[in-house]
């Protein structure tokens, strides 16, 4: 019973990816893109990987599409346009052998994997007692493969980099994005007034759950994120100014705290992100601490965008609005 | 007692996918966005309430089956939330705004 619906929505899967890779308009390919990543994560939690299937829910389904459907907006414009130049004959052809050629590839590594597939699972479990965490994800993630953690907190900080090196030099320093107005006493300030009380503790819980069971602190950072996001989009606030000291800080302090214990470890451990014995959990659980106001920061400035509105000192609503877009009035 | 309180689940659980599928019928059948709005959240708000008061019985402890219902308001509100915003949108593009 249980593999007939894994059947069926591994089809759905498939079908859903076909999908969205042919639909012709953009905004119906992201909606098919969302509805995939969300039913991805249902498959895992079929595999029992409850942690990817949070995160694959969270940044696959959540971020990524709202990352997308900002770009929907942005390309709305030149679409048509896009539509109507058709490539040649000859790069189609190239486009599609490529394309079967990849696929077939990656099928034939898939049937060649050894049986029993290769594992490090056992040394993991044999070895999560000295990390002092009970979750073997959160231990993979910070003791036995920090290296990758951090590298990964560092590609996120340059691609916000990047996305602010993308702004005009007049607006450098100011808000990204444009200033969201919507009815102060509408549906929408409604649910930003409502929502992010509870999906702040949702947020911390899966943070602080993370040690021990599914969750931490990406998971958490998107639903903190997304709670900042539905503020702004209500129009009760604003996104911050990229040149805020603050706000620099909380992006950098993660991966400095992050380096900070690794040479620590190279000090006292002999290796760097070597944990002391006996101190390998309050170096992680700094570590975790330190790393939430960095993602959550980064992932909703992604989201922002590069900086479109000047970094005037007051930009008083009624001065400088911006480009404001309503957001359901 | 067990067994009185499965035939419960399964009452009240299969009960709810028959709202979610004329939810979906209405979605897929009716003419324009607010009607379609309308079929999608009413049936599938008492979908979602008739499943979760089915899965009730089936939970461990007081504490999950608090997390369940915690569960079902939010997806309540949030998708009574979102309908209106999506009519609200349908509305202005109408107008032409």
């Known amino acids: 019973m249980t593999t007939l619906v894994s059947g069926v929505v591994?089809?759905?899967?498939?079908?859903?990816a076909l999908w969205t890779v042919l639909a012709r308009d953009a905004f119906v390919a992201v909606a098919g893109f969302v509805v995939y990543g969300l039913l991805l994560s249902l498959l895992w939690v079929r595999l029992a990987g409850i942690d990817v299937a949070l995160t694959e829910a969270a940044i696959g389904g959540?971020?990524?599409?709202?990352?997308?459907?900002?770009?929907?907006?942005?390309?709305?414009?030149?679409?048509?346009?896009?539509?109507?130049?058709?490539?040649?004959?000859?790069?189609?052809?190239v486009a599609v052998l490529l394309s079967v050629g990849v696929t077939t590839v990656l099928v034939l590594c898939v049937l060649a994997l050894p049986e029993p597939a290769p594992t490090l699972a056992p040394q993991v479990a044999q070895n999560l007692p000295a990390t002092g965490v009970g979750?073997?994800?959160?231990?993979?993630?910070?003791a036995f493969r920090a290296l990758d953690t951090l590298l990964e907190a560092i590609v996120l900080v340059i691609a916000l980099v990047g996305v602010w090196s993308l702004a005009p030099d007049r607006f450098w320093g100011g808000r990204p994005g444009?200033?969201?107005?919507?009815?102060?006493?509408?549906?929408?300030?409604?649910?930003?007034?409502?929502?992010?009380?509870?999906?702040?503790?949702?947020?911390?819980?899966?943070?602080?759950?993370?040690?021990?069971?599914?969750?931490?602190?990406?998971?958490?950072?998107?639903?903190?994120?997304?709670?900042?996001?539905?503020?702004?989009m209500a129009g009760l606030g604003d996104a911050p100014r990229i040149d805020n000291r603050w706000v620099r800080a909380g992006i950098v302090v993660g991966p400095l705290v992050f380096v900070a214990v690794g040479l620590l470890g190279a000090w006292t451990a002999g290796a760097f992100l070597g944990y002391?014995?006996?101190l390998a959990k309050p170096m992680i659980v700094a570590i975790e601490v330190a790393l939430l106001p960095t993602l959550v920061l980064?992932?909703?400035?992604?989201?922002?965008?590069?900086?479109?509105?000047?970094a005037d000192p007051l930009p008083s609503r009624s001065a400088d609005p911006g480009p404001a877009r309503s957001a359901g009035r | 007692m067990s067994v009185v309180l499965d035939a419960f689940s399964i009452v009240a659980i299969v009960a709810g996918l028959v709202f979610f599928l004329a939810g979906t019928v209405g979605l897929l059948r009716f003419p324009d966005a607010y009607t379609r709005l309308h079929a999608l959240t009413k049936a599938d708000n008492l979908g979602i309430a008739l499943v979760v008061i089915g899965l009730l019985?089936?939970?461990?402890?007081?504490?999950?089956?608090?997390?369940?219902?915690?569960?079902?308001?939010?997806?309540?509100?949030?998708?009574?939330?979102?309908?209106?915003?999506?009519?609200?949108?349908?509305?202005?593009?109408?107008?032409?705004?």
């Open chain 1, 62 to 93: 959540g971020l990524t599409g709202a990352l997308l459907l900002g770009a929907v907006g942005r390309l709305r414009g030149t679409e048509a346009a896009a539509w109507s130049e058709r490539s040649g004959a000859g790069t189609r052809a």
């Open chain 1, 178 to 232: 444009p200033r969201y107005t919507a009815d102060p006493d509408g549906v929408l300030a409604y649910l930003a007034r409502v929502l992010p009380p509870i999906g702040i503790v949702i947020g911390l819980y899966l943070f602080w759950a993370g040690a021990d069971h599914p969750g931490g602190k990406f998971q958490s950072a998107t639903i903190l994120a997304a709670m900042w996001m539905l503020v702004q």
């Open chain 1, 276 to 278: 002391p014995e006996g």
């Open chain 1, 135 to 142: 979750n073997p994800i959160t231990g993979v993630l910070l």
């Open chain 1, 298 to 310: 980064v992932l909703a400035l992604l989201l922002n965008g590069a900086p479109a509105r000047s």
């Open chain 1, 10 to 16: 591994a089809l759905l899967l498939l079908w859903l």
């Open chain 2, 57 to 97: 019985p089936q939970m461990d402890g007081v504490l999950s089956a608090l997390k369940l219902v915690l569960v079902w308001l939010l997806v309540v509100l949030s998708s009574a939330a979102v309908s209106q915003l999506i009519a609200r949108s349908v509305r202005r593009q109408e107008r032409g705004e």
